[in-house]
């Protein structure tokens, strides 16, 4: 064969073989077009995947999105509707819950979930007594009827128990998988959406969709989550292309930032989540109301809203937030709106403190778990109360996995945050100011008359009624003052513009839910 006919010859395996490779490189393309994933960036970690024991944010974010509930909110709204309930009714005056099931659920290991697992899951949550329990603590006993129908009996009547059946603790696990007197914290098996397939804590999680899920598949088939250092890494991560959507938390200038970026969309929405601080009610100096109202008087949230949050969140004068119904700026009517450092002095004087012997006291935050800005809240405190001439204060940090551990037993004055468990104002009420409860949080108020007045407005059926006993109970609040409301936040959320904005889903009760999240091409 001579020279002239190798080349055309060469030439066509040549370009054969090109075709080939980049027929399988479009291939490949197309595979992960179609590939319906989701690349979320987030600072904030989880502790555990086991619903008894989550009571932070995060890791309650991937049971909601991996579990499913009795009941549970509307997307976007606070209305309470039908989860794997499909019927209930409430008898003897909130003492008795009845529901109906769905019979055509499953859990994400193929199991069938029936009324058997509904009880062992809220029981087994009510005695391993982990963070949460308060919230199904007053269970007597779950009746099941049949495999779809059971009652819950509890020891008292309690209208907002509803409610309660919406959080992670009431999320249903397989009896035949998990432990009854221990926790399973490493990994989840639910019924809901998506199954967690992936947990490395501080570095991500990864979602992928539930083949067993009894509603309308989620809309993202897989969905990762990294767990970044810093609102700075992930405004640059989004500003780069690198992630499909970022929440929590996300600084205030970086907030603006993004909002101003044509690369990147927005979404805002006033949260129900709120800041304050704990003052610990049974130890010295703060056993002594008038140290706690000196406190009171001296803080100046305007200040801190515009020097610390940029604006993008909102002074708070009550533990329930605005928004809420029956929320009574109480803080605002006792202490006013701006500091009064002759007030704190004279409640100081009080307590037996001058310039000469100050109050010394240690203000502890956690690091990152609320943001890069807790170290500037923290430091716009020490520097308000050290205007009275009469406190001392030394900012001290821990980390928030033994922030945790230590808030209900060594610290005297910390720095805490909440968001609602159930939309429902005993759920800013009865979990710091109930004597059984508040321990948790490190304040250990007990007060007779408040714990009667708790009691009671969980049996009073009226709207009106119950408001006027939350007004009574926000106003002992404020006048014992064992806690400080500051601030009350905002949702922020940013992500790519093919993403569909009505699909990223912000509400009042904070859930936020990846399974509703699609982007215009799917």
């Known amino acids: 064969m001579n020279s002239k006919n190798i080349i055309p010859i060469l030439l066509l395996v040549i370009v054969v073989a090109l075709g080939g490779y980049l027929l399988y490189d479009y291939e490949e393309i197309f595979e992960e077009i179609e590939d319906k994933e989701l690349i979320v960036g987030t600072t904030d970690t989880a502790t555990t995947l086991d619903p008894a024991d989550s009571y932070d944010y995060f890791s309650s974010a991937i049971l909601y999105n991996s579990l499913d509930t009795l009941v549970g909110y509307e997307p976007g709204t606070d209305e309470l509707e039908g989860n794997i309930a499909t019927d209930w009714e409430i008898e003897e005056g909130g003492e008795v819950y009845s529901f109906e099931l769905r019979d055509d659920v499953y859990f994400q290991n193929g199991e069938h979930l029936t009324a058997e697992d509904v009880k062992f899951s809220l029981e087994r949550a009510r005695d391993l ?23 819950i009996h509890l020891e008292n009547p309690s209208i907002p128990f509803l409610s309660k059946l919406a959080y992670t603790v009431a999320g249903i696990v397989p009896k035949e998988y998990y432990p009854e007197n221990e926790f399973r914290n490493e990994s989840v098996i639910g019924s809901g959406p998506y199954e967690v397939v992936e947990w490395v804590p501080g570095e991500r999680v990864v979602f992928e969709e539930n083949e067993y899920y009894w509603g309308d598949s989620p809309e993202a088939e897989r969905v990762e989550i990294n767990i970044l250092d810093s609102s700075e890494e992930l405004k640059t991560a989004m500003d780069t292309g690198q992630l499909d959507l970022a929440y929590r ?43 706690r109202r000196g406190i009171a008087y001296a803080v100046d949230r305007e200040e801190i809203v515009e020097e610390v949050y940029m604006n993008e969140r909102y002074p708070l004068y009550s533990m329930v937030p605005s928004g809420m119904w029956s929320h009574q700026p109480v803080f605002e009517d006792v202490y006013g709106d701006y500091q009064d450092l002759d007030y704190a002095t004279d409640e100081l004087e009080e307590a037996g403190y001058s310039e000469e012997e100050p109050l010394e006291i240690t203000l502890w935050y956690t690091p990152s778990h609320y943001g890069d800005l807790e170290i500037d809240l923290a430091n716009k405190l020490k520097e308000q109360l050290e205007m009275t001439g009469m406190i001392d204060v030394t900012v001290e940090s821990e980390v928030w996995e033994k922030f ?40 250990h108020y007990a007060d007779e008359e408040m714990d009667q007045m708790l009691a009671e407005q969980r049996q009073i059926i009226s709207h009106d009624e119950r408001t006027d006993k939350f007004i009574n109970i926000q106003e002992k609040l ?40 699609r982007k215009e091409d799917w």
């Open 129 to 151: 007594e982990g963070m949460p329990s308060s919230l199904v603590a007053g269970i007597d006993k779950v009746v099941v009827l049949n495999d779809y129908e059971l009652e």
């Open 249 to 291: 938390t996300i600084k205030p200038t970086h907030m603006e930032e993004l909002r101003l970026s044509e690369n990147v969309e927005t979404k805002s929405f006033e949260s129900p989540e709120i800041r304050y601080i704990v003052l610990d009610a049974m130890k010295e100096p703060f056993d002594d109301v008038n140290a």
């Open 404 to 443: 945790t551990g230590r808030m209900g037993d060594d610290f005297k004055m910390h720095l805490l945050g909440w968001y609602p468990d159930f939309y429902d104002p005993d759920n800013y009420l009865s979990p710091f100011l109930q004597s059984e409860a508040s321990s948790f949080i490190g304040s």
């Open 478 to 517: 404020a006048e014992e003052a064992p806690y400080i409301p500051l601030v009350q936040g905002e949702q922020f959320a940013a992500f790519e513009p093919e993403i569909e904005s009505e699909s990223v889903r912000l509400g009042p009760v904070q859930i936020f839910r990846y399974y509703t999240i």
